[in-house]
């Protein structure tokens, strides 16, 4: 059975067309450094898919789908000195932290804006709208995600 995610990234960083022209189409979703949004990338199967959105943009918005292509597995830049990732305590026999690969699956023709989804039926306790809520990959219920696959 699939589970369904959110993940965030800011477009200036790397946005759903950089993820649309990278080679195949597919990136590895490197980076997250929240034990809990750790623990959701663990917990990703092949199969699953998860929304593309834009944070810190104007207007931080849900762009787009990527299907995760490739299970949890360590994340290597942990382990590269020279990378913003870096994490010493971080090993090859005990990593910190893990990532996945996602492939690009669809942009929407219109993105759907944070600030729209407040007000929308179903999406009362979805986890991007909760005050507060920062994590970079969160948990998406299934019926939250067909009612943004409705408006989008």
């Not at 810190?56 to 918005?61: G, I, L, Q, R, W």
């Amino acid at each position: 059975m699939s589970s369904y995610w959110l993940l965030k990234s800011e477009p200036s960083v790397f946005s759903i067309d950089d993820l649309a022209h990278s080679p195949g189409q597919t990136t590895c979703w490197e980076g997250v450094r929240n034990y809990q949004a750790r623990n959701f990338l663990r917990a990703m199967t092949v199969g699953d898919q998860a929304f593309f959105y834009h944070s810190n943009a104007d207007p931080p918005s849900i762009v787009g789908i990527v299907n995760i292509v490739k299970a949890a597995y360590p994340d290597r830049f942990a382990w590269d000195s020279r990378s913003k990732y870096f994490d010493q305590n971080s090993s090859r026999d005990n990593p910190a932290w893990f990532m996945v690969d996602v492939k690009f699956a669809k942009k929407f023709s219109t993105p759907l804006p944070l600030d729209s989804l407040r007000d929308i039926k179903g999406l009362e306790n979805m986890e991007l709208l909760r005050k507060g809520s920062r994590l970079s990959v969160q948990p998406v219920r299934k019926p939250e995600w067909n009612v943004i696959l409705t408006l989008a």
